[in-house]
Every structure is written in C-alpha cells, then in structure tokens.
C-alpha cells in the first residue's frame, strides 16, 4: 500500500488532513466529502498516534492503473488473471515487515484507529479488512471482506453471507471446531480487487492478485494461527472463528445507502496483532466509490464471461455507480441475430443473484457514459416488445425494496433491429470531428 500512496501523492490525488480529528463521524464527514475526488490522509486522528487513510482507490481509473490496464479492459483483465493464478512465495518473518511488532500477550484492538462511520451503526467498524482462511478439509486459502464489528478489546462480531466463509465456518462449526483466520489491513488496491473475485471454491484470490501482479506478492505464516498472510500489510489481527457462539452485531450503513439491521452474528477471537513499523490504518466508509468500485470490477469479470458463454459477441460490461455497483448492469453486444441481446439478459441475471436492472445496447454505445446509454434506451426501445420482466427472483436482501430478498427484475433491449433500413439508425457525424484539436482553436489567456 506504501508504493501506492507515493503514487497517489506524487500524482496530486491524495489530500493531507494535519489537524486532529474524531474518528466519531468527524473522519468520515470529510471521507465522503472527498469521495471521487481524492484520497484522503489523516495525521492526527483523536488520541491515536497511527495515521488513518482512505477512498485509496476513488474511481475507474485508478483501479484499472493498479491493474496494470485501462478503464474499459478491467472487466477481461482480472477474468484473464482468475483463469491462471499463481503460487505466491512465503517470507520468513524477518524477512515480512508487518511481522516488525507482534503482540500476542497484551491483544487490544481498541489501540487501532478504528472509526465510527454513520450515525446509527452499533460501533467502531473494520471495514478495509482482507478475511484469510483455510479450507479446514484441503488446506486451500479462501479471501473475502466483511463488516467487522469491534465487540471489546480482543472480540469481533462478523456478517458472514451464504458464500465460501460460510461453508468453510460450517465445516468448523460441524466439528465444534474454531476457524483460524487472519485479517490483513493497509493493502494495495489489486490484492482488495482479487478478494472480490466469484471464483469456485478452492480457487486461491491471493494467488489470482499474484497474476495480476506477475508472481510478486510475498506471504508469511501468521504466529498464532495457521494462515499466512500479505508480508506488507499494514497491520494483521490473528484470531479464531468460534464455533457456535453469537452475539448481536449490527446496525451497519451498507452499500446500497441503507442500514444492514442488527442481528446475532458469529465472534471472532483475537489472538495477535502484528504490524509494521509506523504502521498506517486503511478504512473504507461504506457506499463511497472505493467501496462500490471494489465490489463492482471483479463482479463485472464474471458477469463478462458468463455473458460470453451464451452470447459471444458481447464486447463489455459494467456494473454502474447508480446501481451501486450490484444492481444494475449494462452490456454491449456486437448482435449478429435477433434474440442475443434476451439471451445476454437471462445470462446476466444468472451469473449473479444481486443484477436485478439489465440494458443491453450496440457496440457503438458507451456503457461507461450513462448519458449514451440512456440515449439508446429512449431512440432504440419501444416498451411494450423491448422490455422482459421477470417476476418472484431471488435478489439481495440488503435491497430495501425486495420482500427478504424475493425481487422483480427488468431487461431492456435498447438495441437497433437487424432488419431495420441502415439510414434510419445512422448516427449524425461531422467530418474531421474526432481529428480535430480543440486548443488549436482557442485563444490563450
């Protein structure tokens, strides 16, 4: 995370914030003021002597630079690295800067910066945590992020949602066993990006950043639990996943605006906390573009190849901001017969319960530009032939409209027919238009 915050300030994207400030509220109030449009830096957060950075990633952009890629190739670029992952190399400890300081006898996680983000969550929340674990059958790693709640100075309250968390914590739980597990904070924007990725369970997200990166991120085994761990995280909290113990967790600001409601969750234990030398702690305020983005681009790799299976001629994807990220999706297609743009709807519905919204458009409209979209949705789509609605669905339960989660969903086919006159579709163009200079014309001042 360090070489990307040299790039961040060295490219005037990163804000610097010197004087004191609550982590009550007061961080996140200028969190959100800056969202889009820096990163921000925070020096002196109150009665803490570890500085606090967030929005690390705010846009498009800047994730598809993390990646080595650009805005409109996201999507293929981390397919490409999810279909061959690579090994990563384990570091002894001496060789591991988050290993400088361990502390294992006196575990207090209330020594972190940990803010308190909106005004009715339960607590100070970890929001920018990688959760690492093993299979307890096969020994293979699983990543993912969760809200974590801190319950006293060495318990954690966790929402684990019916994914490979969930079955790895049954596996556990089935043999009253505890889960060890490790939670990396102040990590770069490609290792965030590949915990989001929807891969089979088994298929390593720290060995698909490892693609992304070309075989540079460097692990090291935890010193309480049997996990192994980015070498260059800021911090690492060792702890164990309980078996059978529940606490109320909860109310949480989520990503679609609202609150996730309070309910018993599982306990995580802490048993270590391990950190670098000045250490710097990374939060993520929920339903800014950092948060949005991150759950959005990996989304969008497995939406793009699912989408290809049964139309091969799409040509992008993308999950919009509006939507948060989740919701509603947009995917061009190069249509060869009619049909394809129905077909690219249901595969999108499928590859993901939360895609609830789907347009579809030529491979001449932007997706990334809603204004182009919306252009195609009103010269493109007449309502009663173009629009499928698909009734009884289930969709996400953090969705406040849905019924626990049953959801309607809405494709739009804003494509152009194949058999309508080549002059009636035919976009006005100016000769000489996409040549052309601007500043060549204007006057200096």
């Known amino acids: 995370m360090r070489d990307w915050l040299a790039y961040l300030e060295n490219e005037g994207k990163i804000k610097t914030v010197s004087k004191e400030i609550s982590l009550k509220f007061e961080m996140p109030a200028?969190?959100?003021?800056?969202?889009?449009?820096?990163?921000v830096k925070f020096k002196k957060p109150k009665g803490y002597n570890i500085p606090v950075v967030s929005g690390i990633?705010?846009?498009?952009?800047?994730f598809a630079k993390a990646l080595g890629t650009t805005?409109?190739?996201?999507?293929?670029?981390?397919?490409?690295?999810?279909?061959?992952?690579?090994?990563?190399?384990?570091v002894t400890r001496e060789e591991a800067p988050v290993m400088k300081n361990i502390n294992i006898d006196d575990?207090?996680?209330?020594?972190?910066?940990?803010?308190?983000?909106?005004?009715k969550d339960a607590g100070h929340y970890i929001t920018a945590g990688l959760l690492i674990c093993k299979d307890p059958e096969t020994g293979k790693r699983n990543v993912s992020i969760h809200r974590l709640q801190v319950f006293s100075k060495n318990e954690i309250g966790i929402l684990i949602l019916p994914r490979h968390l969930s079955q790895l914590y049954m596996k556990a739980e089935k043999k009253n066993e505890p889960l060890d597990i490790a939670i990396a904070i102040?990590?770069?924007?490609?290792l965030l990006l590949a915990s989001?990725?929807?891969?089979?369970?088994?298929?390593?997200?720290?060995?698909?950043?490892?693609?992304?990166?070309?075989?540079?991120?460097?692990?090291v085994k935890c010193q309480t639990v049997d996990v192994e761990v980015p070498a260059e995280a800021e911090i690492v909290l060792e702890g164990k996943l309980l078996p059978k113990v529940r606490k109320v967790e909860g109310p949480f600001g989520e990503f679609p605006k609202y609150y996730g409601p309070a309910s018993e969750k599982p306990v995580i234990k802490i048993?270590?906390?391990?950190?670098?030398?000045?250490?710097i702690y990374h939060t993520i305020l929920p339903a800014t573009k950092e948060h949005l983005l991150l759950g959005g681009l990996a989304r969008e790799a497995t939406l793009y190849e699912l989408v290809k299976q049964t139309v091969p001629t799409v040509k992008d994807v993308h999950l919009t901001i509006g939507g948060t990220c989740r919701y509603h999706a947009v995917i061009s297609i190069d249509k060869k017969h009619e049909g394809e743009a129905k077909n690219a709807m249901f595969a999108a519905f499928a590859s993901m319960q939360e895609v609830k919204h789907v347009v579809v458009v030529d491979s001449d409209v932007d997706i990334f530009d809603i204004e182009e979209v919306e252009w195609a949705i009103a010269t493109r789509c007449q309502m009663a032939k173009d629009i499928m609605l698909v009734s009884g669905s289930l969709g996400?339960?953090?969705?406040?409209?849905?019924?626990?989660?049953?959801?309607?969903?809405m494709g739009i086919d804003a494509t152009c027919p194949l058999n309508a006159p080549p002059e009636k579709y035919e976009t006005i163009k100016i000769p000489g238009y996409e040549e052309l200079n601007i500043e060549d014309y204007l006057d200096n001042e």
């Open 57 to 62: 990633a705010y846009d498009r952009d800047l």
């Open 271 to 279: 048993t270590a906390i391990c950190h670098r030398d000045e250490p």
């Open 107 to 119: 575990v207090n996680l209330m020594t972190l910066p940990i803010p308190i983000h909106h005004e």
């Open 30 to 39: 200028v969190i959100k003021k800056l969202d889009g449009k820096a990163a």
């Open 396 to 409: 996400s339960k953090l969705d406040p409209s849905t019924n626990d989660g049953i959801s309607d969903k």
């Open 196 to 219: 989001q990725a929807i891969v089979p369970l088994g298929v390593d997200e720290l060995e698909i950043a490892n693609a992304i990166k070309n075989g540079g991120q460097k692990l």
């Open 71 to 90: 805005k409109n190739n996201v999507a293929r670029k981390i397919s490409e690295c999810q279909k061959q992952p690579i090994p990563c190399q384990v």
């Open 186 to 190: 102040g990590v770069d924007p490609v």
